[in-house]
Structures are given as C-alpha cells and as structure tokens.
C-alpha cells in the first residue's frame, strides 16, 4: 500500500493546498520530532534548511512551531542545498534534519525531505510509523510547558558546508585557470556554489543567483540547461554546471556546448573509480537510465542494477549490495564513498578534480552512445487514470509493438501531477508510434 503522504522525495505539493499549509507542517513537524525523540536519543536536536521559495517564509514557521511543542529543540540554517543538510544532521549529531523544498518544481509548490540521525533519507517503513503520527490525536504529542524546544538561528550552516566538500580532497586541489558557468537556479546553493569554486581558484560566470522567492527554476537550473550551453560558448568556458532547486541535481555541459546528463556523469565516474580501485561492488541506476549505461558498463566489467526511480530507492539498493556509486539520468547521483545522498556540488567536485591539469570536458564527459530515448511528460489532473482499461490497452499495445527492439516505461510521477512516458530504441519512428498510442490514451 502507498504512503498517504509521503512520494517518491518526500511531501510535496501546491502550497496552500493539501497537504502543503501551515496547519499541516505544524502536524508534520509534531508527529516527526515525536517519533525521532522516542529513539531514545540523549540530544533532543532537529535542524532545518530551505531553498529560496517565497513559502518557505509560512511553512518553516509552522514546522518550527511543531517541533518544539513536541519538546524538540531547532536550529536553522536558512538556504542551504539539500546534502548540505544531511551532512550537517550528521556532523551535528542531531536526532534530525528537515529540508523545506520542492526541488526542481515551480515556485507555487513546496514540501520537505526528512533525514535519519545518519543523514540518510527515510525508509518506507519510518514514513509510514510518521504518518500514524500525523493522524493520531495532537494532544498525545504536545509536551509539558517546561520541557518545551528552543529554537536557534545558526549563521555559518553554507561555510560548514563548504568545509566538508573541500575535506574529501587533496589541500592542494584548485581550479586555477579553468573558467566555469554555473546556473544555481535562484535556489538553494546560490551562495554555496560560487563561493565553493571561487575559493578554489575558478573564473566563473554566474546564472541564477538574484533569488526573489518567485524565479526558483524560471527558465533556468538543471531542467533549462540552454542556459549554460550559450553562456559556455558566449565565453569560451571549460565547462558549464547546472543544479535544481536543491542542488541535489547536476546537469552538465563541456568546452563544445553538448549537454551531459547524469548518465554519462555516473559512466565517467564508474570508469575513473574502477582504473583509480575506488569503486566498490558496481553501479546503481534506474528504470531510466539509459540502456547505453547498461551496455558501457557490462563492457567495463562493471556490475549494474536497475531500482526504482528516486534517488532514495539507489541509495536503498546500493547500501543492500553494498555498491557506492548510483544515480539517476535526471543528475541525481550519489557518491557513496562521500555522501548519503545526491549532492550537485560535490559531484561538480569530483568531475572538476578529473578534469584538471588542463583535460578537455568532452572527452572526459562523452562516455557511451546513448541509445535514442524520449521522455514525455504528461500533465493530468488524476495520476489515476494510468490504471483506466483504456490506458492499461495502449500500454499494453505499445509494449508489445516495441517487442525486442526496445524498452518502454509509464509511470506516475512522485513530485508532480504528470504521467512520464519513456521510450528508447533504435528505431526512432517506433519510439514516437508508441508515446503518441499512450498519450492518446491518456488525453
């Protein structure tokens, strides 16, 4: 059975509107800190971040306002990319950590990502103990007067940040000479970003870092990467860098303006990590990654099984085959060996340290052929309709129209109201035949 509130990343949703109003994130926050307190944890901490959504201003003080009347004591950090916040939840010993964000969404929506002690995303199993708790009668949770939470503004949350991204290299690692654009969406690594890779030596040329609360991912970020493909060219960049909302996504592109997506990050990584014998076990992708990864990998030696999509499934999967490389073709990518969860920034890090000593972006970044995939995505009001006899038909249909000379993928999105269809295979008239028979069928 699906969670009643928690999807495939958290909560999320249109704020004022369901489950994203202030009366909720009062509940969310009460029912969150009563279950991390009962773990019997000495420290009674939880610590926030946002991105730089206008809503941002509403819900945190709702959350804020649940926690301590739960008895648990709050610091915030402000704007603070997702991993960020993670690392700080660990490094801080708190029983918590709760990101405010929407991710790669507009503006308009909003929702929370929840993390363990460990800095690890939730399992389905806790969200679900968390859900009970929403539901369950307020007064059971409220504590006594005396033994309310404070709550606490720390100022340097970006600078402790930056201190642990810089820590997973050689102290004489820098980025001197190279010139990089970097798109930080108007979100939540506006200031992280460039001050990351300016202390390291870096020109860069910057795109969305003036965040107004409204421009979060306006035709910018991972999802409008044009954005630093002209800019690359405009200025004769080493490369360009695109994060979403959260910066817990990475989108690329090199010297030439080809856009490099996840799949070919993580196929660069794999092959580096292999030949450096950092790797361990092999690689995590999706039921969307790309079969060209498969066949790239598989040529490589190299061990690779699908999960779910979301990064938290990979990061699932790859502590259940104790891999430590996995990641989605979206840019949601974690390196094991460093972090619990997709990290744009430190990712950027990794490839950048590749890339020094004067190597060029696109041979370093152009891994495999990717066999031809379409992604649509469909905006419906029900996500339901999916499961209608007439939309079951056209799948089925188009499954079997594609036989061996494809793969085919309809799912529900976890973050927003659309249907994604995914075609890939040789045959590219055969992909649109099919994603037009389903798209038919759900319109």
Not at 169 to 188: E, H, R, S, T, Y
Not at 240 to 267: L, N, P, T, V, Y
Not at 269 to 292: C, E, P
Request: aromatic share 6%; hydrophobic share 35%.
């Amino acid at each position: 059975m699906s969670n009643k509130y928690f999807g495939t990343d958290g909560i999320r949703g249109t704020v004022n509107k369901g489950n994203i109003t202030g009366e909720k994130f009062f509940k969310f926050g009460l029912a969150s800190g009563t279950y991390f307190k009962n773990q019997k944890k000495s420290k009674q901490i939880a610590i926030i971040a946002k991105d730089t959504r206008l809503s941002g201003y509403t819900l945190e003080p709702a959350l804020v306002s649940g926690l301590v009347s739960g008895g648990m004591n709050v610091f915030t950090l402000g704007p603070l990319p997702t991993n960020g916040l993670a690392m700080l939840t660990k490094s801080m010993k708190a029983n918590m950590g709760i990101m405010i964000t929407a991710s790669h969404n507009p503006f308009y929506d909003n929702g929370l990502k929840l993390f363990g002690p460990d800095g690890m995303k939730l399992s389905d199993k806790i969200e679900k103990k968390i859900e009970k708790l929403i539901d369950a009668k307020i007064t059971n949770q409220l504590t006594d007067p005396k033994l309310l939470g404070r709550v606490k503004r720390l100022e340097n949350g970006n600078e402790k940040y930056i201190k642990i991204l810089k820590n997973n290299f050689p102290k004489n690692f820098n980025l001197k000479g190279m010139k990089i654009v970097l798109d930080c969406a108007n979100g939540a690594c506006y200031k992280a970003a460039p001050k990351l890779l300016r202390s390291l030596g870096a020109k860069v040329i910057t795109i969305g870092v003036k965040p107004n609360g409204l421009n979060i991912n306006d035709k910018c970020g991972s999802t409008y990467p044009s954005k630093i493909k002209s800019k690359v060219k405009k200025f004769k960049a080493n490369v360009g860098i695109s994060f979403d909302g959260d910066a817990d996504r990475i989108i690329m592109c090199d010297e030439k303006g080809k856009i490099i997506d996840g799949d070919q990050i993580i196929a660069m990584l794999a092959k580096r990590w292999k030949f450096k014998k950092i790797l361990k076990g092999g690689v995590v992708g999706t039921l969307m990654s790309n079969y060209g990864l498969e066949k790239f990998l598989n040529n490589q030696n190299i061990k690779f099984q699908r999960s779910k999509v979301g990064d938290r499934y990979v990061k699932e999967m790859m502590k259940n085959l104790n891999y430590n490389l996995g990641g989605e073709q979206s840019g949601h990518i974690i390196l094991g060996k460093f972090a619990t969860t997709g990290d744009g920034l430190l990712v950027a890090l990794e490839v950048l340290f590749s890339l020094r000593k004067g190597k060029k972006a696109s041979d370093m970044l152009n891994v495999f052929r990717p066999l031809p995939q379409i992604l649509e995505n469909v905006t419906v009001k029900d996500k339901e309709i999916i499961n209608t006899k007439k939309c079951k038909y056209a799948i089925r249909s188009a499954i079997k129209f594609m036989g061996k000379d494809g793969r085919l993928l309809v799912r529900k999105s976890g973050t927003e109201p659309k249907i994604r269809i995914m075609a890939e295979s040789h045959n590219k008239r055969l992909i649109t035949k099919c994603i037009n028979l389903i798209k038919r069928s759900i319109r």
